[in-house]
């Protein structure tokens, strides 16, 4: 993994990063990723009220895709990326994004795999209790 990394880094050596941001519905101005991005001496390109279909060319040409899964990243719209060497998912599924289209162009795919364990756990338990004492 670090291999790829280092590979990463120097495929962009002298060249401007792009990191797409695309179907993220948590409402923010992406300061966090931005400052983030900045410091890794990328550019935010914010696409998120945009489908993945629609900017196929921003997206062809970032070298890494911020989402939370809410969107598809079929084969498709993968074999597209030509600069892209990570799809990092902010939520704990990954089945929006074709991971083997992925992995045979040698983009890793990342998850949040404890991402709102417990707001998950205490709102089945609320369920539950809601329909043992049957309200609404």
Do not use: M
Request: hydrophobic share 45%; glycine share 8%.
């Amino acid at each position: 993994e670090r291999a790829k990394v280092r590979l990463g880094r120097q495929r962009f050596e002298g060249r401007q990063r792009r990191i797409a941001v695309i179907g993220y519905e948590i409402p923010s101005d992406l300061g966090l990723e931005r400052e983030l991005a900045a410091r890794c001496g990328a550019t935010l390109v914010d696409l998120r009220d945009r489908q993945p279909a629609d900017v196929i060319d921003e997206l062809a040409g970032a070298c890494a895709i911020l989402t939370e899964g809410t969107v598809a990243l079929p084969r498709a719209v993968i074999e597209r990326l030509d600069e892209a060497v990570a799809i990092s998912i902010s939520a704990v599924g990954t089945d929006a994004v074709d991971i083997a289209a992925a992995t045979e162009r040698g983009i890793a795919v990342t998850n949040v795999d404890d991402y709102c364990l417990h707001e998950v756990a205490e709102h089945t338990v609320a369920l539950i209790l809601a329909t043992w004492r049957r309200l609404g």
